[in-house]
């Protein structure tokens, strides 16, 4: 599986960017995908999980502002980023567990993972 995070760039504080994850399988559909993030000296953390179900996990710091969403037909999972705020900026990686681990917020559960996307967001 081969996994494509797209969209990062430089945005001011209180701006949007729209993050995109394209998979080379059909594979969001049945199994969770995670957003995480990590900013230069701070460990990766996760920012939004959503399971095969659809259910969603989100980090406190980003409730209210972040939306994930799948298309599966299309083999994507996006993830809408509003209110940005300087803290956010990070490189954001989508990533699959395919064994559907109950620690959704835990990076070493996933097995796949695209190759990051940065995020800047200037005060």
């Known amino acids: 599986v081969q996994l494509q995070a797209s969209g990062g760039g430089l945005v001011q504080a209180g701006g949007s960017l729209r993050l995109s994850c394209a998979s080379s399988e059909r594979i969001f559909g049945r199994y969770t995908v995670g957003w995480f993030r990590q900013a230069p000296g701070k460990e990766r953390e996760l920012v939004v999980g959503i399971r095969w179900s659809g259910s969603t996990y989100y980090a406190d710091s980003v409730k209210g502002r972040f939306t994930i969403s799948k298309d599966n037909a299309k083999n994507t999972v996006h993830l809408q980023m509003n209110s940005l705020k300087p803290e956010d900026t990070a490189v954001y990686y989508c990533?699959?567990?395919?064994?559907?681990?109950?620690?959704?917020?835990?990076?070493?559960?996933?097995?796949?993972w695209g190759q990051g996307t940065e995020v800047t967001v200037s005060s």
């Open positions: 990533a699959v567990d395919i064994q559907r681990s109950v620690a959704i917020s835990t990076a070493t559960s996933y097995h796949f």
